[in-house]
């Protein structure tokens, strides 16, 4: 279902959003058959509490939903009203600031995401006016974006392959008049080496999307990770690591979902989105431990584990981008176990080299309820990815500082960028929360769309 607001002109019940500090003041204006009522349920304001205030017949007259007096410990709080709430179409009643009602309002639309390309889900029976002093066309177009990133990491590798991540760039690019090319086969051997070292061994040919739309105004790339299924290669994954494999695809979800909402909200800018898709299998002629291959840029990378291979599809595809110069450079990958752990699943942790861009992104972040988090590109950990028989090495021994060491090895294909930042993502919930039902999700995406006015001049 499209998650979008109720129309404006719909009847609805008012819901109130209240917190336990500010439901007194709220009661003492209230009839006392009213009061009475909410003393019979036990309504207090609670966090996620629904009081329905019935009128004659079936209707109801007031809802009221209990909030948290800080959104320090809970984003999309109202998600849970959506969820709660009997059928009908309600309009809130709440003191709110922009970006408070901008918040609530996404988190009610994401809170209608289903999943159900394999099994029928119920759907959501609760819509909401859009409040008012928002941009409501902006929102639902970020739902939009949302819900195809979740759509795209949570199909299973079977449904989402190279070809199939190719069609859904594809289906997105026809929708905006977006142009689009495909390298593949020898021009992948001639030019991105790396790309198709990585995905050789598949019986699903690897591939480069190079995807462009607007032709005025600043530059920006957009470069995701497209690994379909990592089976880790040679070097082979365990069960347990391999379960969760089909969303290591989820950088390039996640940039597909931010193009969609940068095209959608028609920002003045050149986009180009660059998804090296592959699949990391096991064959005969799959690329090997101690193996050294040469990259598109020239340098040597010494193979020293074959489960390290994101950061080489993405080194290509970086190296790229660079060339042609953009005003801002951004990868998105869910590239190290080592990210998670830093900073666990909630959080998208971001490395840059533009001071500027950090500062907007955590201030955009906060702002968007869209938790980043800044780690370094520290310079002397630089050693540990250099070997002794090539310029590179994937995967530095001893385990130490991997998502920096992986950030460090990116870096060096993006040198020459003007402004370039890299997300080391998770990409999905692994349990459930207001308006994020376990499964794919993006981080991310919005605190970027939410900076990129400001870093681009716009």
């Not at 004659?56 to 959104?71: K, L, Q, Y």
């Not at 109202?78 to 901008?102: F, M, N, R, V, W």
């Not at 919930?429 to 681009?456: N, W």
Request: glycine letters at 10%; a negative charge.
């Amino acid at each position: 279902m499209p998650l979008t607001f109720a129309s404006p002109e719909s009847a609805s019940t008012p819901l109130f959003v209240l917190s336990e500090e500010a439901f007194p003041e709220w009661r003492a204006g209230q009839t006392a058959e009213i009061n009475l009522w909410l003393d019979r349920i036990g309504f207090t304001g609670k966090l996620g509490q629904v009081a329905l205030i019935p009128a004659e017949g079936d209707a109801i007259a007031v809802a009221g939903f209990g909030t948290p007096s800080s959104r320090a410990r809970t984003r999309y709080h109202l998600a849970t009203a959506a969820t709660s709430l009997p059928a009908g179409t309600y309009h809130l009643e709440a003191d709110l600031s922009e970006t408070e009602a901008a918040e609530a309002a996404l988190g009610w639309l994401l809170a209608g995401y289903r999943f159900d390309r394999y099994k029928a889900g119920s759907p959501q029976t609760a819509y909401l006016k859009a409040p008012g002093g928002i941009d409501a066309n902006r929102i639902e177009i970020i739902a939009a974006g949302e819900a195809l990133t979740r759509d795209l990491i949570n199909t299973p590798a079977n449904d989402m392959g190279p070809d199939q991540l190719e069609q859904a760039l594809c289906d997105l690019s026809d929708a905006f008049g977006a142009s689009r090319y495909i390298s593949r086969d020898a021009e992948l051997v001639q030019g991105f080496p790396l790309i198709q070292a990585v995905g050789r061994a598949s019986n699903r040919a690897p591939r480069l999307m190079d995807m462009r739309w607007g032709s005025e105004g600043p530059k920006l790339t957009l470069v995701g990770k497209g690994v379909c299924f990592d089976t880790g290669g040679l070097n082979i994954k365990p069960g347990a690591s391999m379960g969760l494999m089909k969303k290591d695809m989820g950088g390039a979800a996640a940039v597909l979902g931010l193009a969609r909402m940068i095209m959608g909200l028609g920002l003045p800018i050149q986009l180009r989105v660059l998804i090296p898709a592959v699949e990391n299998s096991i064959a005969g002629n799959a690329f090997r431990p101690q193996d050294v291959l040469r990259s598109r840029k020239g340098l040597t990378v010494e193979i020293n584990n074959t489960d390290a291979e994101g950061r080489l599809v993405m080194a290509d595809a970086l190296t790229l981008a660079v060339e042609e110069e953009p005003d801002v450079l951004i990868s998105m990958a869910t590239l190290t176990g080592a990210a998670r752990v830093a900073v666990g699943p909630d959080i998208a942790p971001f490395f840059t080299t533009d001071a500027q861009m950090a500062a907007r992104l955590e201030t955009a972040a906060d702002r968007v309820a869209d938790p980043v988090w800044r780690l370094p590109f520290h310079e002397p950990y630089e050693t540990m990815i250099e070997p002794a028989i090539a310029n590179l090495d994937n995967a530095p021994k001893g385990g130490m500082a991997g998502a920096i060491t992986a950030a460090l090895f990116l870096r060096r294909f993006a040198e020459g960028a003007r402004s370039y930042t890299h997300f080391d993502i998770y990409g999905w919930q692994p349990t459930a929360a207001p308006a994020r039902p376990v499964g794919g999700v993006g981080q991310g995406v919005r605190a970027i769309l939410e900076a990129l006015p400001e870093q681009l001049g716009l």
